[in-house]
């Protein structure tokens, strides 16, 4: 691994635990046996890698829907939405997972309307993905013609929100499916 990327890494997870505030640039250069201006020769302030931090995860967030989409072994696409939801709730131990709740929630100051923006950009992306997947599904037939890709997105959105942030929320995640899925698909 690159130092860059194990900067990032353990960046990403003391931001998660500590906040922006409680985070400190000695705190991550002790964590990973650096000096400090091991770390400005990647990052030009705390500000810039908390920024590279939301970078990389929001790619990450891209890629992974992206490949879920594109998943061959998952055929349908209530398998692919099901699974999307599914690994949502298996990854809220992740740091990242935490780092991306906390901050899209309690952003810093300072850095508030930065955030806003890449998690917008970020959100149209895979959005996007998701919207033409659903249009695919109910050109198709797969999912009823009567609902727009809005519609089942605006749905599907508010779902995937949910389970992100309540945590042991999987005993439930399978009633909502059920009911969620049989809302939508074609008869």
């Known amino acids: 691994m690159k130092t860059r990327d194990k900067i990032l890494k353990e960046s990403i997870k003391l931001f998660a635990e500590q906040g922006f505030e409680g985070t400190s640039m000695t705190m991550i250069s002790s964590l990973l046996g650096f000096t400090k201006p091991a770390i400005y020769a990647h990052f030009a302030n705390k500000a810039a890698l908390f920024e590279a931090c939301l970078d990389t995860i929001s790619q990450e967030q891209i890629t992974y829907i992206k490949s879920t989409l ?83 997105l605006s749905s599907y959105m508010c779902i995937l929100n949910g389970v992100g942030y309540e945590i042991g929320s999987k005993h439930n995640l399978d009633h909502i499916w059920k009911i969620f899925w049989r809302g939508i698909k074609a008869n």
């Open 70 to 152: 594109e998943n061959p072994s998952l055929k349908t696409i209530e398998t692919k939405l099901h699974s999307i939801i599914n690994d949502c709730i298996l990854i809220q131990d992740n740091h990242a997972f935490l780092f991306y709740n906390r901050f899209y929630l309690l952003p810093p100051v300072e850095l508030k309307e930065q955030i806003k923006y890449k998690l917008d950009q970020s959100t149209e992306k895979w959005s996007s993905m998701l919207m033409d997947a659903i249009h695919n599904a109910i050109v198709s037939g797969e999912i009823d013609k009567s609902l727009t890709k809005t519609e089942v």
